[in-house]
């Protein structure tokens, strides 16, 4: 493909991404409050233990994002949109193992948090650790941890969402998204 025609798909991916969550990220009065819904990107969890065993990032990072559609306050990036961007972009998956390239794509598609993590299984359980982050800044917002006393998925599953939970920032009066 002609390096021009990339480049014109990579700006017009990007423009779409970006219109479809301009009215996320627009203050509704347009005076700079907050608003009401916001964006936020979920990647799926790290297996940080044995690389033979299951991996279960990405149904254990869909429970997270039920817990933030849930809330009704935040619309989600989806994954595969993420992905895209890094196709597109010419970056590899081994690009998703450092953090600040993915607040860069994150930046890039609009999204006003991250959520990033990892589980690990060890000696019939299993331990998730979550966080939120801040995508302009980087800053971590909110993290939690959670154990499941059993390695099973459904148990895992039960964690993510009860970790999810600890990080959803509760709505307050003033609109600030970090509660």
């Given amino acids: 493909m002609n390096p021009n025609h990339a ?6 991916l990007l423009a779409v991404l970006l219109a479809g969550l301009s009215g996320c990220v627009t203050a509704p009065d347009g005076k700079g409050a907050a608003p009401s819904v916001q964006s936020v990107a ?8 044995d690389v033979s065993a299951a991996d279960w990032g990405e149904v254990l990072s869909a429970s997270i994002v039920a817990v933030f559609e849930e ?3 935040y619309t989600i990036v989806e994954r595969e949109q993420l992905v895209l961007a890094l196709e597109e972009l010419h970056l590899g ?3 998703l193992a450092d953090e600040g390239t993915r607040l860069r794509i994150g930046k ?4 006003r948090f991250m959520v990033f993590g990892g589980y690990i299984v060890m000696g019939g359980r299993m331990r998730l650790d979550i966080r939120l982050v801040e995508v302009e800044s980087g800053r971590v917002l909110r993290a ?21 939970g600890d990080i959803l920032p509760s709505p307050s009066p003033a609109g600030d998204p970090t509660g």
Avoid: C, H, Q, Y
Avoid at 108 to 111: D, F, L, M, P, Q
């Fill in 71 to 73: 809330s009704g306050r």
């Fill in 7 to 12: 480049r014109i798909r990579v700006f017009v």
């Fill in 42 to 49: 979920v990647w799926d969890l790290e297996n940080f233990g």
């Fill in 93 to 95: 998956s081994s690009a």
């Fill in 144 to 164: 939690a941890a959670k154990t499941a006393s059993a390695p099973g998925l459904a148990e895992g599953m039960t964690a993510a969402r009860a970790a999810a």
């Fill in 108 to 111: 890039i598609v609009g999204a």
